[in-house]
């Protein structure tokens, strides 16, 4: 990434890490039991908006687990917003041909790379613990072929919830080589997000379609896309003339952080809420201070470790929060631990080839 675009690689890097651990801690926040107010992901529950606002407008020690459990999810669409921009810079910057093929094979074979370790490892902690899932054969073969965001009811099959992202992530890919790549005038994105959205719209906001809906592509383009018109666009460059100066950056983080909180309390408003989310984030990371920054940068190069192993960590912790009612202690635990594994799966997962890349077929 050269240096006068929107962001570097640091400031990539720094993203990465502030989604994970919303994502972290949104995992963790919601499976404590109630009072503890859910998240709308997938589906939009105006009783879990309403919980929302009751916890705020009566704070309490909670309320920080209370935001985490709601908003963290949207760490999701900063990862989604950031593969759509590092796609663009790997393959179109270069401007050489990529074959579909190769493409494909090539990326499924880097995201199993990455979530192989964990995955297996989940699988044995799981087992050794109480309230094991009973996985099937087929069940774990849809995880391995990241095609188990196509069965019936996903929420109740994919486990660990996270790795519903790589399944997504295969679609992403597919839809990027067939159609965004071939044809890169900026209308044929803004189409798609508008066929997206018009494809969820019409749908019954609490119901399983517009969850099985959302667990595919249709509810990933926007975020996705986004970040491909940003790096294709010129407006990067003429943003990153302006990368210092903090009272703006300060403003737009402001701006965003409130139209996130009031467009997540209405149903069309809601699906829009991921743009607000990645501009907050690049503002976020545009204000953070060096020594914060270092930190940041660090959690974002162990992200995917961290991403699919911190299941093993809340499968342990998680009744220290919602049996013995020592919530932070729990969370605390949690973290420290999920760190930990999660550096020792990053180096196991180095220790696997990378997938040759796509001009040496």
């Known amino acids: 990434m050269n240096k006068s675009s929107l962001l570097s690689r640091q400031e990539c890097s720094a993203m990465r890490g502030v989604a994970i651990l919303a ?26 908006v309403q919980e929302m ?28 917003f950031l593969s759509g921009w590092g796609l663009v810079m790997k393959y179109e910057r270069a401007n050489q041909p990529v074959p579909f093929l190769p493409f494909v094979r090539y990326n499924y074979l880097k995201l199993l ?48 919830g996270p790795y519903w992202f790589f399944g997504i992530m295969m679609q992403l890919y597919i839809a990027y080589i067939l159609l965004f790549h071939r044809f890169r005038h900026w209308a044929v994105i803004v189409v ?30 926007l975020p996705f896309g986004a970040g491909i018109l940003l790096a294709r666009s010129n ?14 950056w ?16 209405y149903y069309v408003s809601w699906y829009f809420v991921p743009i607000f989310v ?32 911190h299941p093993i960590a809340r499968k342990l912790f998680i009744p220290v929060s919602r049996n013995n009612g020592e919530i932070y ?18 180096m196991l997962t180095d220790k696997i080839p990378l997938p040759k890349q796509i001009t040496e077929h």
């Open 53 to 80: 606002l009751h916890a705020v407008c009566n704070p309490d020690i909670y309320l920080p687990v209370q935001l985490v459990s709601f908003f963290g999810h949207y760490g999701v669409p900063v990862f989604l």
């Open 278 to 309: 990645c501009i907050g984030a690049i503002a976020f990371v545009k204000l953070l201070p060096t020594c914060v920054m270092r930190y940041a940068v660090w959690v974002g190069v162990i992200s995917s470790a961290l991403f699919v192993s």
């Open 192 to 221: 798609a997000i508008v066929v997206c959205t018009i494809v969820q719209l019409p749908q019954e906001p609490d119901s399983l379609c517009l969850e099985w809906i959302r667990y595919n592509l249709f509810g990933s383009v």
């Open 23 to 48: 994502i972290v801690l949104h995992n963790f926040c919601h499976w404590i039991n109630t009072p503890i107010v859910k998240e709308n992901e997938f589906r939009f529950r105006i009783d879990r």
């Open 250 to 265: 300060a403003i737009t983080l402001l701006v965003s952080v409130l139209l996130v909180f009031f467009m997540s309390l």
């Open 329 to 346: 202690c729990g969370i605390l635990l949690y973290i420290i631990v999920a760190i930990g594994i999660a550096w020792v799966v990053k």
């Open 235 to 248: 407006i990067a460059d003429t943003i990153s003339n302006i990368n210092h100066n903090i009272a703006l």
């Open 113 to 160: 790379r990455m979530m192989i370790v964990g995955f297996v490892a989940y699988l044995i902690v799981d087992r050794m613990t109480p309230g094991s899932r009973n996985y099937t054969l087929d069940i774990v073969i849809e995880h391995l072929l990241m095609v188990v965001n196509f069965v019936d009811n996903p929420d109740r099959t994919i486990h660990p």
